[in-house]
């Protein structure tokens, strides 16, 4: 027998087609979600618009190893669900695959996902998000160039405030300028100016040239008896760029830290104990979502199942139910173990090993036991809940009324 059959490849494109549209839609939906968001705080924050596709690109690693595990499981759920509903999976049966025969593609997809899924929650997911960090640090002090927000009063230096009406090309071209400016001698300086343009300062970075057009210059301090007024056709006015701190080194977040280094930090003796506690949960956490995508397959094809002439979708319901559980579970037991109540193998591993028993239960119930159905107590509550509620319905409809123009006339009845 050939190691990929016809069979196999049969089996193949059943489970790539959902799995890439699943993982598709997932990805795009937690994406999108995340856009409106980052297009709120760019626009507060006054940046480039390019920026969000920036940050948008460092979250799509954590997105992804979501995703995945997602896309994976309903890809071979719904290829099982259709080759049960259509009998070809009898067929198969009945000719001597069983189902850990037929489980020989769905564990490829599974080894080569689970390969990816560790590259990215190990080593790629922690730089994308000191990225990420560092986008919306650098955005919200200024670095990335964010522009003058028009109508309002900007502080720039806490000695200047600028307010303009309308803004061009980026924010360089400026019409309607009105600023304020305090110098170290205590003289207060009045600006108005039709137009002006920003200017790079080659002689001194630290500052940008802001050229006035058509304006007038209002000067008041104390040496001075009355203010003067100077009205100029052209007027370079410096303007002092605020100091931006460096952004943070790597790892203040145990998030940012790839696998080697959590291994290194979570038995390093030199490290503080609430350290290393973080480290060893994020490493067990990692690792554990990672190995829960051995056991998909098993759970798909369980719940991929229904009963003898049934076509329900209970099994689809309850998969994306059990895994999204679980996953929250999984968070609740690494944030239960950063704080050191817990031990990490206990937190992590030990609700591992009970979802492992139930699955392997679930499949051994479907596999090896004439007639067996994982849920098949849940199938009939649900088959007869549904009856009550399609009874329901149908006494609550109301008898349709006859037309009027069906019924005879008068004349008619009289003949």
Excluded: C
Aim: positive net charge; charged residues 20%; hydrophobic residues 50%.
């Amino acid at each position: 027998m050939k190691f990929f059959s016809a069979i196999d490849r049969y089996i193949a494109r059943l489970v790539i087609v959902p799995m890439l549209a699943v993982f598709v839609l997932a990805a795009s939906l937690l994406v999108l979600d995340k856009m409106l968001r980052l297009f709120d705080f760019v626009a507060t924050e006054g940046g480039p618009v390019t920026v969000v596709f920036k940050m948008l690109l460092n979250l799509f690693p954590e997105y992804a190893s979501l995703a995945i595990p997602l896309g994976l499981m309903l890809g071979i759920l719904f290829a099982f669900r259709k080759l049960a509903t259509t009998s070809e999976l009898d067929v198969m049966r009945a000719v001597g695959l069983s189902y850990t025969r037929l489980l020989r593609v769905p564990y490829m997809f599974t080894l080569g996902l689970a390969a990816v899924n560790l590259l990215i929650v190990g080593y790629i997911q922690p730089l994308s998000r000191y990225y990420y960090e560092e986008l919306q640090y650098e955005l919200g002090s200024g670095a990335l160039g964010a522009s003058i927000k028009v109508g309002e009063f900007n502080a720039l230096q806490d000695r200047t405030a600028l307010r303009v009406d309308s803004s061009r090309d980026d924010g360089r071209e400026l019409e309607g300028i009105f600023a304020r400016l305090v110098t170290s001698k205590g003289e207060i300086l009045t600006i108005s100016a039709r137009e002006g343009q920003f200017f790079a300062n080659r002689e001194n970075r630290d500052t940008v040239i802001l050229r006035l057009t058509d304006g007038q210059i209002v000067q008041d301090g104390p040496d001075l008896p009355s203010p003067r007024v100077l009205s100029f056709a052209s007027h370079d006015l410096p303007i002092d760029l605020p100091k931006i701190a460096q952004f943070r080194q790597r790892g203040d977040k145990d998030r940012e830290y790839i696998l080697p280094e959590l291994l290194k930090m979570g038995w390093d003796k030199t490290t503080s104990q609430d350290m290393r506690n973080k480290s060893r949960a994020s490493l067990n956490y990692r690792l554990v979502e990672v190995v829960m995508m051995f056991l998909l397959p098993l759970l798909a094809v369980a719940l991929a199942v229904p009963p003898k002439r049934s076509t329900s979708a209970l099994g689809v319901f309850l998969s994306i139910v059990m895994v999204v559980a679980y996953h929250k579970i999984n968070e609740y037991g690494q944030d239960v173990a950063s704080l050191g109540r817990l031990d990490p193998a206990l937190a992590l591993w030990g609700p591992f090993v009970l979802f492992a028993a139930l699955i392997v239960w679930m499949y051994w119930r479907l596999a090896y036991v004439p007639g067996g159905q994982p849920i098949g107590a849940l199938e009939t509550v649900f088959a007869k809940l549904a009856s009550r509620v399609r009874r329901v319905i149908g006494r609550r409809r109301l008898p349709v009324a006859a037309h009027d123009d069906a019924l005879p006339e008068d004349d008619t009845l009289a003949a």
